[in-house]
């Protein structure tokens, strides 16, 4: 009897100490994959920043597009073991703007504070169903979009730099020719 006792203890005994380190385990401190992510790793793709700086830096991108003194380049960066794309637009040599999307692992809020640390609070917001744009007009001569969605976790889409230009027209942003490619064209009625 006394033998059944003990290995009934042992039993439960075994069982609570199981149990305490799976709870331990989840209370543990678990950092979001873009929790050391800087925005130093987009600085070589800065608008008014040359090509030939970004080729040294970061090598020869793929090309996407060429039409003469206008070009698109893809280039692929890496954080932590992840890889994303940043698209860069070159005119004569030097960059217009860039487009880079995002892995939704990324945390919306630490990416948002980022480029609010960097260039302050952003002069418009527009937010539509579980999407949201924000934008900052002249950040450092760059109008710098960023888009952030919500769905059980918040992510940011993309952000986009382009280059504060007095001279309207002249070149369509990647943001805008991404975005007539999604939308497509419609026939008129």
Same mark, same amino acid.
């Given at each position: 009897m &006394?033998?059944?006792?003990?290995?009934?203890?042992i039993?439960?005994l075994?069982i @609570?100490?199981?149990?305490g380190t799976?709870?331990?385990?989840a209370?543990?401190?678990?950092?979001?994959?873009?929790?050391?992510?800087?925005?130093?790793?987009l600085?070589?793709f800065t608008?008014?920043?040359?090509?030939?700086? @970004?080729?040294?830096?970061?090598?020869?991108?793929?090309i996407?597009?060429?039409?003469?003194?206008?070009?698109?380049?893809?280039?692929?960066?890496?954080?932590v073991?992840?890889?994303?794309?940043?698209?860069v637009?070159?005119k004569?040599n030097?960059?217009?703007?860039?487009y880079?999307?995002f892995?939704?692992?990324?945390?919306?809020?630490?990416?948002?504070?980022? @480029?609010?640390?960097?260039?302050g609070?952003?002069?418009?917001?527009?937010?539509?169903?579980n999407?949201a744009?924000?934008?900052?007009?002249?950040a450092?001569?760059?109008?710098?979009?960023y888009?952030?969605a919500?769905?059980?976790?918040?992510?940011?889409?993309?952000?986009s730099?382009?280059k504060?230009?007095?001279?309207?027209?002249?070149?369509?942003?990647?943001?805008?020719?991404?975005?007539? &490619?999604? @939308?497509g064209?419609f026939?008129?009625?």
């Open positions: &006394q033998l059944i006792r003990i290995i009934g203890k039993f439960v075994t @609570l100490l199981g149990s799976l709870v331990n385990r209370f543990s401190k678990v950092d979001p994959p873009n929790y050391n992510f800087s925005l130093d790793k600085d070589p608008p008014g920043k040359t090509y030939d700086s @970004l080729v040294k830096s970061l090598g020869k991108g793929e996407m597009e060429d039409s003469g003194d206008l070009k698109v380049y893809r280039y692929e960066v890496a954080h073991r992840y890889k994303f794309p940043v698209f637009q070159i004569n030097s960059i217009t703007d860039f880079a999307r892995p939704t692992y990324f945390l919306h809020d630490l990416f948002h504070q980022s @480029l609010i640390n960097r260039f609070k952003q002069d418009k917001y527009h937010r539509q169903e999407d744009v924000y934008i900052w007009e002249n450092k001569g760059n109008r710098v979009i888009s952030g919500c769905t059980v976790t918040c992510f940011p889409n993309y952000v730099y382009i504060v230009e007095k001279k309207k027209g002249d070149i369509v942003p990647l943001l805008q020719k991404f975005s007539n &490619q999604f @939308l064209t026939p008129k009625q």
